[in-house]
């Protein structure tokens, strides 16, 4: 009987060639357009405040964005509007231990917006991706299947490459693992200068659909010499065609749209949002923002950022950034009165509208009285029963101290909305309508879709700042 003879890799003189070793097939699973979404985890601590003159258990939970009933549960109080002064209380904290990553998918974005291309991938570890931006089923931006150039870093491409895992390995979060098979680069739908963007804007608005389709197509071949051997298993489509599926979002009801230019100044809210970062009007860096650029826009060189109100301020630099005209004041009521000369009052929250309330006051006898202060902030969302309950959510200045994502009462009856920290008074408000820049046209694209919706003020702050900033009722700082 002969002997059966085993592969020795230590032994030259073994005549034998190695075993074959099964190589793991690159699959390349999804590609889509995505928003980056962090999820902060936190441990959560306490602390001891010493009760001062004018603190209310109401104060302090915006401050710490906690509640009312959690602080009364921690301190056992009795009776959440009796507290004292030199009274301890413990305030609940939250340590961060880091953030999670997520994509969200997106099916539309404006003309100048930003969005990840992410795609999905098994056994590409650390190999590049090619990927193109591709016009859709008619001439639009470019000619049917033609490549169509974005901004990437800065730069414009039309070839964009993506290498997988280089997104988990930078970004380095908490769920690390879990995005160790993504390719993710963010781009930028920009065209090449300000004339071929208004032409494109033109284009859209004037299509029958309202959009632009465009889909992926995915390269995993070029470049990666290093794999010639093995097939490569792409789960995209390409129907009517014998070539590689490797096309994403290239079918009728799948395509990604890109939508004319949803109120350009939105951009800049936006971004102010973020650089300010969740913190308070007093903190650096949004008390600096509101010193060094709002409130000298509107010709107040001087103002404290926690004494003078900021929102008009705030509304009228953002629109002139744009190139929009407007009353350069700062005032909120100056955005409501004899206006004609700036802005078309809409009967609906359309995104980036901007929207008014007059501040009243209550006296003895019941009687209301119309003050000349108010607040003014932008359309940024809604809830799915919005239109029954008339309570929409806006993104502005001084709304809780912050610059963040707030729900407002648009019913057009007063209603009681905060105390005045100066005076101690209530402060009723009344909303007075949405107004758009003269030279701006809406379009059925400006409506609140459900890209805009949220099933909570918090999910919309989320999308705005990656912090959770909680909130009350018609909230205001002065």
Excluded at 41 to 68: C, I, P, W, Y
Excluded at 149 to 155: F, L, P, R
Excluded at 312 to 329: D, H, I
Excluded at 445 to 456: K, M
Aim: proline share 4%; hydrophobic share 35%.
């Amino acid at each position: 009987m002969s002997r059966i003879k085993v592969y020795d890799p230590f032994n030259t003189a073994c005549s034998l060639s190695p075993p074959d070793v099964p190589v793991e097939t690159p699959h390349i699973i999804k590609a889509y357009f995505a928003q980056k979404k962090l999820t902060s985890n936190g441990q959560e601590s306490t602390m001891f405040h010493t009760v001062g003159s004018g603190d209310t258990l109401g104060k302090l939970a915006r401050e710490h964005n906690t509640t009312v009933q959690r602080l009364v549960d921690l301190n056992h109080i009795r009776n959440a509007n009796v507290i004292h002064d030199g009274q301890q209380l413990i305030i609940p904290t939250t340590v961060a231990t880091g953030n999670n990553v997520s994509f969200e998918r997106i099916t539309e974005l404006p003309l100048n917006g930003e969005a990840y291309i992410v795609v999905e991938t098994l056994h590409f570890r650390e190999k590049t991706l090619k990927i193109n931006i591709k016009q859709g089923v008619q001439d639009m931006l470019q000619s049917v299947d033609t490549t169509i150039e974005v901004e990437v870093d800065g730069e414009r491409k039309a070839i964009i490459e993506a290498e997988v895992s280089r997104f988990a390995l930078d970004e380095n979060p908490l769920n690390v693992d879990d995005l160790l098979d993504f390719a993710a680069v963010k781009v930028k739908f920009t065209a090449a200068d300000d004339e071929s963007n208004a032409r494109w804007v033109e284009l859209i608005r004037n299509s029958e659909e309202g959009y632009a389709p465009v889909y992926l197509l995915v390269d995993a071949h070029t470049g990666n010499t290093d794999m010639p051997q093995r097939n490569f298993h792409y789960y995209g489509r390409n129907e009517g065609t014998n070539s590689l599926r490797n096309g994403w979002l290239d079918m009728d009801g799948s395509w990604f749209r890109l939508t004319s230019s949803r109120a350009p100044w939105m951009e800049v809210v936006l971004t102010e949002a973020r650089e300010a970062a969740g913190v308070r009007e007093t903190v650096t860096p949004l008390r600096q923002m509101i010193e060094d650029k709002y409130h000298p826009h509107v010709r107040l060189f001087h103002a404290d950022a926690a004494a003078q109100a900021w929102c008009a301020s705030f509304v009228s630099w953002v629109l002139s950034q744009k190139g929009y005209e407007n009353p350069r004041s700062a005032g909120s009521r100056s955005f409501q009165d004899k206006n004609e000369t700036y802005f078309t009052k809409v009967d609906q929250p359309v995104y980036g509208a901007i929207a008014t309330w007059s501040d009243y006051s209550k006296n003895e006898a019941g009687k209301y009285k119309r003050e000349y202060q108010g607040h003014v902030s932008f359309v940024f969302g809604k809830y799915s029963n919005s239109e029954t309950t008339k309570r929409y959510l806006f993104l502005g200045g001084n709304q809780g101290n912050m610059l963040k994502v707030t729900d407002y009462n648009c019913t057009g009856k007063i209603f009681r909305c905060y105390t005045s920290r100066s005076t101690g008074a209530i402060v009723y408000r009344k909303f007075m309508g949405y107004y758009i820049p003269n030279t701006y046209n809406v379009t059925a694209a400006d409506e609140l879709g459900p890209d805009d919706t949220y099933a909570t003020e918090t999910s919309a702050s989320l999308k705005v700042t990656s912090v959770a900033l909680a909130s009350t009722e018609g909230e205001s700082t002065r």
